[in-house]
């Protein structure tokens, strides 16, 4: 049995965090958010979270070196990374550092933040199946 499918949310908007906790939590996902790029590092040490949406443009830290850290501690993290100041240069950065997808913001169709996230799960138990299958 494939365990609950944690979600952390990392963004310096606080509003867009909580009105996304609260979307996924209806599609049935566990939600955890945090402002802070630093703390997320901390609570991504601290418990196993399955997907992490990230911003790339926040105070305290570049996104793009915080999905570097987050796939330095855990590399089957899957990170959606979200941003309203898109280039070709950091799509392909984000992407290059293992970043499943990357989101822009403001979304004007939350079914595409779900689809990520659903794809990224769907990733990530095919991978947990495979391994399960492995030891079988």
Known sequence: MYPETKVLLIDD???LC???QR?????G????YTTSPIKALDMVKARKYHIILADIVMP????IELLSAVKAY????QVIMMTGYS???KTVRCLEK?????LLKPFSDLDKVIEAVRLSEAKLRRWWESMRGNFA
């Open 13 to 15: 908007e606080e509003e």
């Open 18 to 20: 909580i009105s996304l």
């Open 23 to 27: 979307i996924l939590q209806l599609e």
């Open 29 to 32: 996902y566990v939600t955890e």
């Open 60 to 63: 305290e830290m570049d996104g």
């Open 74 to 77: 855990d590399p089957l993290a």
């Open 87 to 89: 280039t070709m240069d």
């Open 98 to 102: 293992g970043a499943n997808d990357y």
